[in-house]
């Protein structure tokens, strides 16, 4: 007979009698805490008190045996992973009681066919059924009002599902890995999550119950799904009337949502009609912020409007009032635009090059250098001609540094200016951009940079603490310099690559590899089965492969994070993904 531990009405451990396979847990008990049972993994059968109110964290996990549960309608929480893994569990009752879920509470129920979410619930919880991949009917009670992530992810057998009319927001990526064909999203809902849908293959068609109303978040949520997820498009049907600014916002998505849309090619109406001149252009930056102001114009003089409402940034009192627009641009667009009105309609958009002017390089004459060179116009007060020579003087002088022409590219100024460059300039920081060396490294440009290189510039040399330097630009962009680096200059290479450390990752290239396998062995080469191994996606099989050809521990290594070794962690990730490159790698290392 089953032996308790119980303190008070806290049910702490449990001990059977050999062979037990049923439980009936004393009346009285409250709490179950987190592992209560964790010897007791053969239990068929739990019967639970009518008193009891919590069960603990991982209180019935793995519990292979176990076929059937009933709740009772007292219970408050349910513990993360409190009925995990429990494969034989066919059936579940849970209680009729507004019960707090915590995640995975029934993760990779294999066995688990058919549930139903009872109306006293708020909330369906997080991850609830995720890895359930043999639950094929779901029934969600009117009352539920709200679903949170991953709820059924990876239930592969789940076709279709029915969501109450009660509900009013879907949290994200509730279906992922599921084969549900069509799903029917009631009018209450409010909020549905941009990625609700995400990892739907077998999804054909979502009905909304109701066409989502122009500035609601409904509305905002589905563009974004949208635009994030465009093959959609063409599967959603509304049960009324299509609105027309809807309806061109999806053809806009079906013709490759190119910015900007037609209907962003003029300020909003309410903005134009503050426009009081004749003649002026509009500047402004929206690569992830705003600067903008208004010039006007006459004859081919320019003066700065007074006008706070428009100048400067995200401070400005315009920019304030027109915040979703102007968001828009900056999430959107990211562009450097000049918009010139005449009589207050539009005459012209120029689309400007960022790397041509760029903020840093024109610090303090940007908007200037855009109006002369694009619109041959020039500041009307004699003071600010004044201002802007001296600070076009200043940005000239830059763009004759080799900082300059190898971040712009500029592969003849390069060699020239390099042969004849002191080491400081050989080292000169673009701040926030780059060296010398970086550039080339990201340009791929070899002759540049062994030039440099040899003439004394930093391989090492970071633009500010903590940001990437030549050699890993180079292991990023060009595995021709990756292979000078390590030919020519092996110290500076081994310090950064030591013991396959620092990025090895990023490069697929296998003369890179084998440079690290002749200097090091396989040694340290064991520790990125488990850097691979953990994407959701993708898992690159060369590399695997290569690993373990080359003789990489994989059997006798055992990471300090995962406390396994790594056929151990490839087996975990392709039953927690499930998909081929998971599935390849397992079987590479189970064949050896």
Known sequence: MAQFEVDGSVLKKCKLDRGEKEVVIPDGVTKITEAAFKACAKIVKITFPETLTEIGDQAFWNFSSLESCTIPDGVVLIGSYAFGKCTSLKEIKLPENNTQVLSKA?????????????????????????????????????????????????????????????????????FDGTAIRYIRIPANVKRISYDTFYGCEELKEIEFAACPQADTELRKDLEKMLKTYPELVDKIRFADEIPPDLASYMDWIRNGAAYPRDIDREWPQEIIKRLKYDDYILIFNTNMCIDMTLYHVIGN????????????????????????????????????????????????????????????????????????????????????????AVSLAKAEKFRKTLVYACYADDRPAILERAAKASKTALNQKFEYFGTPLTFCAEHDFLEGFKLIAERGGDLTKQIVAGTVCPIRKAMLHSPEITLYIAENHPEAFDAHYKNWAYGIVITDDTRVWDILFERWGSTGMEKLFFTYLLKEENVNIKMIKYMIDHGADYLNYVDRDYKCNALTFAQRQYEKYGDDSHKEAWELMKAE
């Open 106 to 174: 029934f993760c990779q129920c294999t066995g688990l066919t058919s549930v139903q979410i009872p109306g006293a619930w708020d909330t369906v919880p997080n991850t609830m059924f995720e890895g359930c991949i043999n639950l094929s009917q779901v029934v969600i009670s009117e009352g539920v009002k709200k679903m949170k992530g991953l709820v059924f992810k990876d239930c592969s057998a789940l076709t279709e599902i029915t969501l109450p009319e009660s509900l009013e927001e879907i949290c994200g990526r509730e």
């Open 301 to 388: 003089e320019y003066v700065s409007s007074r006008d706070e409402t428009y100048n400067s940034g995200s401070g400005c009192s315009l920019y304030k009032e027109w915040e979703e627009y102007f968001e828009w641009m900056m999430e959107n667009d990211k562009a450097l635009r000049a918009y010139h009105y005449v009589n207050g309609k539009l005459a012209e958009i120029r689309e400007l090059d960022q790397k041509l002017y760029n903020s840093w390089v024109y610090a303090d004459c940007l908007d200037e250098v855009i109006l002369r060179n694009e619109f041959g116009l020039v500041p009307q007060s004699e003071e600010w001609k004044a201002e802007f």
